[in-house]
């Protein structure tokens, strides 16, 4: 259970520290020394779980640089738009009643109420503020995926709509289930570090639902022909892979969560050093695939190499060796490089890949936990995975459809045309290019 703070498997520690001062550490004194250590690791746990919240904060940015890049000049503020209008509408729903619904306990999701702040307590080994505000950022994560692959056409008001039912209803249910000491893992013993299913195959699921009932944009599919269509700027698209980079240390670090002893710190370090490599192999698998599939390589599967190495790392970043991890990153890398023309094939329009990193490589990340953590099965593994895609298909299935044969959720062959910054934003991110 994620909920539960390591800061307890220090309790030997504490137990032990009056043993470590003879003649100094009388009988009276243990209460005292247990105190300050308890103190001590409260204040590191909390910490651990700020720091590592705002470094999954700042992925957020990662996000929307990554989406400006890869869109169409006539597109970037719209993408600018919904990125900082999910990550405010995943705050507000995680606090009224996603925080909660995923950590009130039950076998299949908590309660409906607003998140209440306890006092501070060094027994509860960190501050609830800290908790909140990191499990918040994982939150807004699900709805960025989302984003980018239903990019160019999707109505902005809609696409809001969604993400707070995302956002406060079915990320906190599916993160209940095992998070939360729910069904997948009080029944299945399911294992998922840091996200790769609960996460971002979550927010992946959503996505192609999204994408299959929302339809490719104009143009993408034509005589049996798949035409593509750059992005507006390839520095942007890399920077944002930089940042989300430098952001999955908070996302897969801080899921240790607990940084008050010598064994959780050093757990954290090589969940950074895992979590490093895994993302390198995936850059030089893609680079490499695409130089010998294609005759020249791709920049934007390199981009998204790295990010399906790092999904691919998410579920299990602690137990694996280094050559391990680099075996992970580069075959999570290899089946988003495969998926890629898979999905065109299908003509499923996916504007950034988010389809084949977050939601490929997180089944595939997922399914090998076993083999480098025996506490997990792959029996488990397969049940989490299943039960999550099934659960969060079938209900965006039926949001998308609900609001397309209601509200709409396609904005014109016009303003498609002539792009979303002009008609649902009014501002132009590139004003000297906004016919490109």
Not at 186 to 194: I, L, N, R
Not at 203 to 216: C, R
Not at 394 to 419: C, F, H, L, N
């Amino acid at each position: 259970m994620r909920k539960i703070a390591k800061i307890m498997s220090g309790a030997a520690v504490l137990s032990a520290l009056p043993m470590l001062t003879p003649g100094i550490a009388l009988a009276q004194d243990a209460p005292t020394l247990e105190s300050l250590a308890a103190n001590d690791a409260f204040v590191f746990n909390t910490l651990l779980f700020l720091i590592g919240g705002f470094l999954v904060m700042w992925m957020a940015a990662g996000f929307a640089m990554l989406e400006a890049g890869l869109v169409r000049t006539k597109n970037v503020s719209m993408q600018c738009l919904k990125n900082i209008s999910l990550y405010s509408v995943a705050g507000l729903m995680f606090w009224v009643v996603g925080y909660k619904l995923m950590y009130g306990g039950g076998t299949f999701f908590g309660t409906f109420e607003v998140m209440s702040f306890t006092p501070e307590d060094s027994e509860t080994g960190y501050s609830s503020y800290s908790d909140w505000f990191f499990q918040m950022v994982f939150c807004a994560t699900t709805a960025s995926i989302v984003s980018g692959t239903i990019a160019e056409r999707i109505k902005f008001w809609p696409f809001i709509i969604f993400t707070v039912l995302l956002t406060g209803f079915i990320y906190p249910i599916v993160g209940s289930w095992e998070w939360g000491g729910g069904y997948l893992d009080s029944k299945w013993g399911f294992s998922d570090f840091a996200g790769s299913t609960l996460v971002h195959s979550t927010g992946g699921w959503a996505a192609l639902i999204g994408a299959i009932i929302l339809g490719p944009r104009k143009g993408k599919y034509l005589d049996g022909r798949v035409n593509p269509i750059p992005g507006s700027n390839m520095p942007l698209a890399t920077l944002g892979v930089f940042i989300l980079w430098l952001g999955w240390f908070g996302f897969n670090g801080a899921s240790q969560l607990a940084m008050g002893t010598i064994t959780d710190a050093d757990s954290i370090a090589k969940v950074f050093v895992n979590t490093n490599m895994a993302a390198v192999a995936g850059v030089l698998v893609a680079v490499i695939y695409t130089q010998l599939r294609y005759k020249k390589i791709d920049l934007t599967m390199a981009l998204n190499g790295a990010l399906a190495g790092l999904v691919a790392i998410t579920a299990e970043p602690l137990t694996p060796s280094v050559p391990a991890a680099l075996l992970i990153g580069g075959l999570g890398s290899f089946l988003a490089c495969l998926t890629v023309p898979l999905l065109d094939k299908l003509k499923i329009d996916d504007v950034v890949g988010a389809i084949p990193v977050h939601l490929v490589a997180g089944i595939f990340g997922t399914l090998v936990v076993p083999l480098t953590n025996s506490d997990a099965s792959f029996i488990g593994q397969l049940v989490g995975v299943l039960m999550v895609g099934v659960f969060v298909s079938t209900v965006s299935a039926i949001i998308w459809t609900v609001m397309k044969v209601t509200i709409g959720i396609r904005v014109s062959e016009e303003q498609e045309y002539d792009g979303l910054d002009a008609h649902e934003v009014g501002i132009a991110s590139y004003p000297e290019f906004v016919n490109s």
